[in-house]
């Protein structure tokens, strides 16, 4: 029988002998006089606490309890030891108790507003021109808040009411409407969304993914191989004696104008020259979008790249790992504050060999830009078998890629998080009835409800109609010229929501509760008709989802999505430029909390350790195997995300998604395997990592206190915060980095 102990802190992990043994040996070492040797009556004194706590365990049975407190395992350790005659013993185990428990009350609890409002002032605060800084919480809700009134002045009492619920943090917008709202999105809607997914079927896809990648949008990607068939052949040679120059313009466009020049080059035979003169030198002020210039270099070696790609492919068609590689060159141009930054998913065909080693050998070295995806096999459930499934998730098992992706149909994929379904094929009829496939982007927005806030059905049900009212009015940002009319047919005939749910686990009994799902899902469709019919937009054809929410999070103090709390107390790290203003002005105040990042290999960054207490009703990882936590995906997909369906028919069999991370010990391989493929019909993309500890290498991002030392790390961050007034820094001119803060950012949203 599994013995499950209780912790003070009401957590409940697996019986472990083990840490009896080091408690025993520890009062060994302090016992003022030896009583001989110890070590015989240890496996003794232990199997008897074992049998004595199965015993229990057994008496509880019939309450279907299998828990015992914490204390009254310690309380038989002092029985058994006196029994044994060990009283000195007995006595240093009885002082070690007291030691801990006068520890535990000194125990300082940490300011949960100390990472939020760095993680606002560092990521999506703009910079207040007049006042010389940057924006509090309150003025960026308000900027956000009043680009939709403007927008949409007839439904401005409930806009100002869900806008109320973000300045309580019950829910938050979309984080590129905190980042951009304003000029950069009112000029430019594809700033708003969060992510999108195209397919690589004609040459303007390139152009059209260099462009949202520039606009910080995620964007996921097809290369299979029926998409890549489509483009059109290269030109057997270049005639070199006709040459075109091409003037970038200084603009995102201009920047994606050039990617699709060299494309046409190659199809039409001619040379083309590029003039970079136009572009900004590295670290000019972009005035509407915020941050900085990076200059003309990075430009220019993607399309030098992609030009030696190309030159291969001449007289044939490319293949699907030279269309990739020409989107990867294209999104390591994607530069903000010298950091690449730009977030990526790549689908491609089972049967392709070469994306399937995409990242094999020395890829890192030889490929680079290849780091710029999360690559995923396509597998359509009805024409998958067993055999193919258990051979890519093996894969994943020992490289961590490829992943796999479920879908009912060729066209439907993801945005990189995978927790938004979307198809960028649009059906177009003629006046006789002859059905044409276009192809586009669909696009999909996020709204975040605070799950820690929900204490009652009520909070849910406020939380939701706040969430959805906010959504409502982002989906109806649909003017992409530049991509366009197929894409704002798309993303008009659909307006797609991703009403999200993050720290679940901080809240189990309302968040996970099935019936309670089901309600809210269904509650959310009606406020988007109601809402949605006021702004003349079309309802929303699938609305709920589950996102990672890494980032967010943090600016909530909750658990990640639909993850575990790491701990019940930890430290998590955040990595930060040094001479980011923010960062500066942070370290000043609080210089214990700052060192040097050990992952900063040109020592441009450091570290800041933030001390974590989790609630106490929250579930902790420590708690939770990967079965346990694949059922709360199944169970939510079923009950929050299917249910959030409300136009099924628009594209059946493609759903949104619950984002997931398990984390798989060592024995549950095979369990989680059997479970995903005999459930496929309900899962499109999990990613998997082996369970590993926290304390293997140094300043992990999420680090469990456990240790004397760690405790003492605890009390003096904690001791000597100071906190900080962001409103006092100083800017003297706009420093901000939007675009620094990825949307959509895969498996990258918990390393912040």
Not at 1 to 23: F, G, H, L, Q
Not at 235 to 245: C, L, M, N, P, W
Not at 329 to 347: F, K, P, Y
Request: overall charge negative; glycine content about 6%.
């Amino acid at each position: 029988m599994v013995i499950k102990v209780k912790k003070r802190d009401a957590a409940s992990v697996e019986y472990d002998e083990t840490k009896i043994y080091k408690a025993i040996e520890k009062a060994v070492q302090s016992a003022t006089k030896s009583e001989g040797d110890v070590q015989p009556h240890l496996k003794t004194i232990i199997n008897s606490i074992t049998e004595r706590l199965d015993n229990i365990v057994k008496g509880y049975a019939h309450r279907g309890q299998n828990e015992v407190d914490v204390e009254d395992i310690q309380d038989l350790v002092e029985q058994q030891l006196m029994g044994a005659g060990l009283y000195d013993v007995a006595r240093a185990f009885i002082l070690y108790r007291e030691e801990h428990k006068k520890a535990r009350n000194q125990r300082l609890r940490p300011d949960a507003s100390a990472i939020q409002d760095y993680m606002l002032v560092s990521r999506y605060a703009r910079y207040l021109q007049d006042l010389g800084r940057r924006e509090t919480f309150p003025e960026a809700v308000v900027r956000v808040r009043d680009m939709h009134l403007r927008r949409y002045p007839k439904a401005s009492e409930d806009i100002n009411w869900a806008f109320e619920q973000v300045l309580e943090r019950r829910c938050l917008p979309s984080m590129r409407s905190m980042q951009f709202a304003g000029p950069a999105i009112e000029k430019n809607h594809a700033r708003m969304y969060n992510c999108t997914f195209g397919i690589c079927d004609r040459i303007e896809f390139f152009r059209d993914g260099l462009f949202l990648l520039l606009c910080g949008t995620g964007v996921g990607f097809s290369v299979e191989f029926e998409h890549v068939e489509k483009l059109p052949a290269l030109a057997a040679s270049v005639d070199e004696g006709t040459v075109r120059h091409f003037n970038v313009p200084d603009t995102i466009e201009g920047w994606a104008d050039a990617m699709q020049e060299l494309m046409l080059s190659y199809v039409d035979g001619y040379l083309v020259e590029f003039n970079y003169s136009q572009i900004r030198h590295r670290g000019s002020l972009l005035a509407t979008s915020g941050g900085r210039a990076p200059g003309h270099v990075p430009l220019r070696r993607a399309l030098e790249r992609a030009r030696n790609i190309l030159d291969i492919a001449m007289g044939r068609k490319l293949k699907p790992i030279e269309a990739y590689d020409i989107m990867m060159h294209a999104a390591d141009a994607v530069i903000a504050g010298g950091v690449r930054r730009s977030a990526t998913i790549c689908l491609f065909s089972a049967d392709d060999g070469e994306m399937m080693n995409a990242k094999r050998g020395n890829w890192f070295e030889e490929n680079p830009q290849r780091g710029r995806s999360n690559n995923s096999v396509k597998l359509i459930r009805d024409e998958t078998s067993k055999a193919q499934f258990l051979r890519i998730f093996t894969k994943q098992k020992e490289w961590g890629e490829p992943g796999f992706y479920f879908a009912n149909d060729l066209s439907h994929g993801c945005n990189p998080c995978c927790e938004i379904g979307l198809n960028p094929h649009l059906e177009v009829k003629d006046k006789e009835g002859n059905v044409t496939i276009e192809s586009g982007w669909q696009f999909c927005n996020l709204t975040e409800i605070n799950g820690a806030r929900l204490q009652s059905e009520e909070d849910f049900r406020i939380a939701v109609r706040a969430a959805t009212i906010i959504g409502t009015c982002q989906a109806g940002y649909t003017d992409f010229p530049y991509l366009g009319s197929t894409t704002e047919k798309l993303c008009r005939r659909e307006a797609l929501l991703g009403v999200s749910i993050t720290g679940m686990m901080d809240s189990p009994a309302i968040t996970l509760d099935p019936v309670m799902q089901q309600k809210m899902a269904k509650y959310a469709i009606e406020v988007n008709r109601e809402i949605s019919l006021k702004l003349g937009t079309e309802p929303a054809a699938r609305l709920t989802c589950v996102k990672p929410a890494g980032s967010t999070s943090l600016l909530l103090g909750t658990a990640s999505g639909i993850h575990p709390r790491h701990a019940r107390r930890y430290f998590r790290r955040v990595q930060a430029n040094k001479t980011d203003p923010v960062y500066v002005h942070f370290n000043e105040q609080n210089p214990h909390m700052c060192e040097e990042s050990v992952w900063s290999a040109n020592k441009t960054d450091d570290v800041i350790t933030f001390c974590v207490e989790a609630p106490d009703e929250a579930i902790l990882r420590s708690e939770m195997s990967a079965m346990d936590l694949l059922g709360h995906v199944h169970s939510t997909q079923q009950n929050w995300v299917v249910p959030g369906t409300a136009r099924p028919e628009m594209n059946p069999g493609l759903y949104h998604n619950v984002s997931n991370t398990l984390s798989v010990r060592e024995g549950e391989w095979d369990d989680v395997a059997e479970y995903i493929w005999e459930n496929r019909a309900d899962f499109t993309g999990i990613s998997m990592l082996a369970s590993s500890g926290d304390k293997l290498y140094q300043q992990a991002p999420h680090e469990e206190v456990v240790t004397a030392q760690d405790e003492t790390l605890w009390n003096e961050l904690i001791a000597n915060f100071r906190s900080v007034d962001f409103t006092l820094m100083n800017e003297q001119e706009d420093s901000t980095n939007p675009q620094g803060e990825i949307a959509c950012a895969g498996g990258a949203c918990e390393l912040v």
